[in-house]
């Protein structure tokens, strides 16, 4: 047995066009079979994800569905391939790395900027090239197979919105032991995490608006470099205060491409400090949503979280 199963979630990968732009469509399989000669010396299944999603419209529940097929399916394939949209791709592999740690086989998520049977289409060689990579015996964990590169899953980010190199990891690739844990299948709560990205001038509104939602545990905001906020003349502070009074956590990463916090270096970071946010480290922006996500699923209080969040769990962070 040397069987692959393909799972298709959605993406302009496997798009057609609809009335208002392109839209996901069933058949992928027998397109796939029909217009990419090279699949004959795979053996694989395919399977859809019901329904299929334009990634945009992903939802942190949609990650339970995905890793529920996997490990439904983990005894009967070698290795997984994850179809999906560029939009959220990085949000999805970072928690299925967080969830799927242990795994025994390889999973590689891929994509396409362009449409299958589109000219000049990315789709058939970004497959190619993720079922040669889940076939390697050296391929362990979560992979990223996109543009002719293997990136390691917790550390893309989308870069490009149109180019075939979409994914880079800004701040490189970080070593760890797969082994350590098992796999499990969490429920995500949707609305738990939100992510703000600070701007010049963001007012109090901007807090007050999400500690409207009871749903919300966590705030991650993308700081001016190494973990900076407006303070002089602002009410932002002020909001912070609010939200921290009432138990939701903070945490301060850079909104910079590369590079890490370091909280405290400036004034105008030691509010947050003070607060006791979390430094984002050099974390993704998406790796840090997923791993408050998968932390939060797996009922990790305060405490825990505050304690595993600076730990490398599957390389997120260096
Ligand atoms: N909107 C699409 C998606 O993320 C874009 C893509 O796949 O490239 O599903």
Redesign the pocket.
Known sequence: MNKVLILNT????G?VQGDAG?T?AADLESRLREQVSQLEHHSFDLIDLNPL??????RVEDWSRICEMILNAQHSYTGFVVI??????AYTASALSFALRGLSQPVVVT???YPLGVEGSDAPTNLLDSLNLVAQPNTVGVRVCFGGLNLQANRVRKVDAQDYV?FQMPNGEVSYNNEVAQPVNLNYQTGAVALILVYPGISAAVIDGVLQDDRLRAIILLSFGSGNIPTAGSDFGEALKRAHATGVLLVNMTQCLKGRVIQGAYETGALLAELGALPGFDMTPEAAFAKLHYLFAKGADKKAIEAQWQQSLCGELS
């Open positions: 959605g993406g302009t990968f798009m392109l996901p999603i334009d990634s945009s419209d992903l999906h949209g560029t939009d959220t791709l994509g396409s900027q979409a």
